[in-house]
């Protein structure tokens, strides 16, 4: 009878105890969504930081420099000791040299490879090449810009001889290298989202296996193929160590390929490394040329967002 009561007692303590682990376990469960806020709150807070960092030093450059100079200037010589000048134009020019390159390169070649992997390649074939064309996109950009120096400008001086040493011919070729990963591999990925029923219904009324590629899968898939282009320009407009080290110094207002330009990230990286003091006006131009430089990511990565969502196809 004692016996008996003692074990009561032990699972009268034990339920106790469970008890208590059920609440412990209750907050947890509530104090999870809180934690897991926080860490969200800091990636928002952090890009509000970045944002207005940008904002405050671009304020203060504009306190010095016309903001209508800045805007339609046709003259970027900041290190002039007579008479600066900060008229963005040439590096914008120098950007959009590299970015128009670096697509041309890019797209028919991405779109090429994501129809092959898609519509063509067998299993075994996809899990060889799909990660072999992933690796590029982790070689880093520095040894892109050696390779554009070193072989793909020497390279082309075979057929160009008037191509200068550094030019934007040849890292636009190599920024559309880099950012070929991105757009075959996510229009793959879009390309092999398109159910199989709708290739099958395709095929079953006489189409070939490429007027189903490119009449059927191409538009169906067409919001992931264009977010992908459009994320992939962004990614361009934005390579610094390519065209910094293959691209020169110069800026430019022409259409010239084949001599030294400069690029907006390329002037960041020249004054970051030391060749302004802090609190100059050089110094807090490169505040605003990053902001033009997020104004135009900004712009792209709105539009990739529009463009998914107007050609989005639910099936």
Do not use: C
């Not at 757009?183 to 189903?212: Q, Y």
């Not at 800026?251 to 084949?258: E, N, Q």
Request: no cysteine.
């Amino acid at each position: 009878m004692a016996l008996n009561e003692q074990k009561d007692k032990k699972s009268v303590q034990q339920l106790i105890a469970i008890q208590k682990g059920k609440k412990g376990k209750k907050w947890f469960e509530k104090s999870i969504p809180v934690i897991l806020f926080v860490i969200a709150s800091i990636s928002v807070l952090t890009t509000f930081g970045i944002v207005f960092t940008l904002i405050f030093e671009t304020f203060e450059f504009f306190r010095r420099v016309p903001i209508l100079d800045f805007i339609f200037g046709k003259e970027w010589l900041p290190f002039s000791n007579s008479q600066p000048r900060y008229g963005i134009l040439p590096l914008i020019a120098g950007t959009l040299k590299v970015t128009l390159i670096a697509v041309v390169v890019a797209v028919p070649i991405g779109l090429a490879s994501a129809i092959y992997l898609s519509e063509y390649a067998s299993d075994n074939m996809r899990r060889v090449i799909k990660p072999v064309l992933e690796v590029l996109a982790g070689v880093p950009t520095i040894v892109y810009g050696f390779f554009a120096l070193t072989f793909v400008t020497p390279l082309l001086q075979q057929f160009i001889p008037e191509l200068k040493i550094f030019n934007a011919l040849s890292p636009g070729i190599v920024v559309g290298i880099m950012i070929l990963p991105m757009i075959a591999s996510l229009s793959e990925d879009a390309m092999s989202s398109v159910p199989n029923s709708i290739r099958e219904g395709a095929l079953a009324l006489g189409a070939t296996k490429l007027e189903v590629a490119m009449k059927v899968v191409l538009p169906a898939a067409l919001s992931g193929i264009m977010a992908s282009i459009v994320l992939a320009v962004s990614r361009a407009i934005g390579e610094t160590m390519i065209v910094a080290l293959a691209g020169g110094s110069t800026p430019r207002f022409d259409m010239d390929m084949t001599d030294s330009i400069q690029t907006m990230t390329a002037y960041i990286v020249q004054v970051a490394t030391g060749d302004a003091g802090y609190g100059t006006t050089i110094y807090y131009s490169i505040y605003a040329v990053g902001f033009t430089l997020f104004l135009f990511t900004l712009l792209m990565n709105w539009l990739a967002h529009a463009i998914s969502k107007r050609f989005r196809e639910e099936y």
